[in-house]
């Protein structure tokens, strides 16, 4: 009878296998969760710094009088920066100036009203797709 009972006390070799077993999956699917986290993070942040470069764009045409704001493309797609090593170079801008009408609708001549288009396109670092952010403002003659 003594020795029955102590052979209950302890753990048995599949009982310590399917443990570790268990650890180790719960393992791997932590570690593989960090590369899918640190993409979620970039996209985010590459996000974020168009949305500055956007605005800072905006901001600048908005502060000119509005006589000083030209008409039509004031800068094509084009990148930002020449130099491959500055953050700079992965993002494009465009900006274009519209006069419009009383019903909000692109015209030809001056009305006293212009909408600035700021447009920052991006590369999404997971899928390689091409992303954008836009930004619009209006400037009025006063």
């Not at 470069?53 to 800068?75: K, V, W």
Request: aromatic residues 10%; charged residues 15%; proline residues 2%.
């Amino acid at each position: 009878m003594l020795k029955n009972n102590l052979n209950n006390r302890g753990l048995s070799l599949i009982e310590i296998m399917v443990a570790l077993l268990i650890l180790m999956v719960a393992f791997i699917s932590l570690i593989q969760s960090f590369p899918f986290s640190q993409t979620i993070v970039k996209t985010a942040e590459n996000s974020t710094k168009a949305s500055y470069l956007a605005q800072n764009e905006l901001e600048r045409l908005l502060a000119l009088n509005y006589d000083n704001i030209p008409a039509g493309t004031i800068e094509t797609k084009q990148r930002l920066a020449a130099d491959p090593t500055n953050y700079l170079y992965y993002f494009q801008r465009q900006t274009i100036v519209n006069y419009l009408d009383s019903n909000w609708q692109a015209s030809a001549s001056d009305t006293g009203l212009k909408k600035i288009s700021v447009t920052v396109y991006y590369t999404n670092s997971t899928a390689k797709k091409e992303n954008s952010y836009s930004l619009s403002a209006l400037a009025s003659q006063r």
